[in-house]
């Protein structure tokens, strides 16, 4: 793929920090892709894409899901933080033409879900460990990605879990029912 536009793209809507932050993630999605037989180039696009949305305007995601035809659910409307992705895939789509795999990769980046593509988890684990990230356990982290997909994911899920429900706040229930398959699986 051609990231040329998507760099530029970016460029224009991200502050400093969060574009290096997707500089970085898709770097990690990039090894992480060598590493678990994922597509090096896909994962890559999908790391600068992932967070093109991630400083719009609450008033403008909301008017972006309204113009798209998108309910949000109580729990997505009290969860800003997760309108980026959501946004972003149908961004991706309707701007750039991108292919399923990269968009569902960028859509479940925040919350996971059931039955998570190889390219989905790949996203999923590159935003946690980037080299930009520092947040308590991050090397731990940095670690199980290099034994496994799922054993990163199920650590990375017990992070998000335990950080929401800490500030008493909803959890997305793609994120539970993903967990839920990731324990249930480790402990057949």
């Not at 090894?31 to 305007?57: F, I």
């Not at 790949?122 to 940095?142: H, N, T, W």
Request: glycine share 4%.
């Amino acid at each position: 793929m051609n990231n040329t536009e998507l760099l530029k793209d970016i460029r224009a809507r991200l502050s400093d920090h969060r574009y290096e932050h997707s500089l970085q993630v898709a770097k990690s999605a990039a090894e992480l892709a060598e590493r678990y037989g994922g597509d090096r180039d896909l994962l890559y696009t999908a790391g600068l894409a992932h967070d093109v949305l991630k400083e719009q305007p609450k008033d403008e995601a909301l008017a972006f899901f309204a113009a798209h035809g998108v309910q949000l659910t109580p729990v997505e409307r009290s969860a800003p933080k997760l309108w980026h992705a959501m946004a972003g895939a149908i961004y991706l789509k309707e701007t750039y033409g991108f292919p399923e795999e990269l968009l569902t990769a960028v859509r479940y980046h925040t919350t996971g879900r059931e039955q998570m593509t190889l390219s989905e988890k790949i996203l999923f684990i590159a935003d946690f460990i980037s080299a930009d990230r520092d947040y308590p356990g991050v090397e731990d982290m940095r670690e199980r990605a290099k034994v496994s997909l799922e054993y990163a994911m199920e650590e990375g899920l017990r992070f998000t879990i335990y950080e929401l429900s800490e500030k008493c706040r909803p959890i997305h229930p793609d994120t539970v029912a993903c967990y839920n398959e990731i324990v249930t699986a480790k402990n057949r």
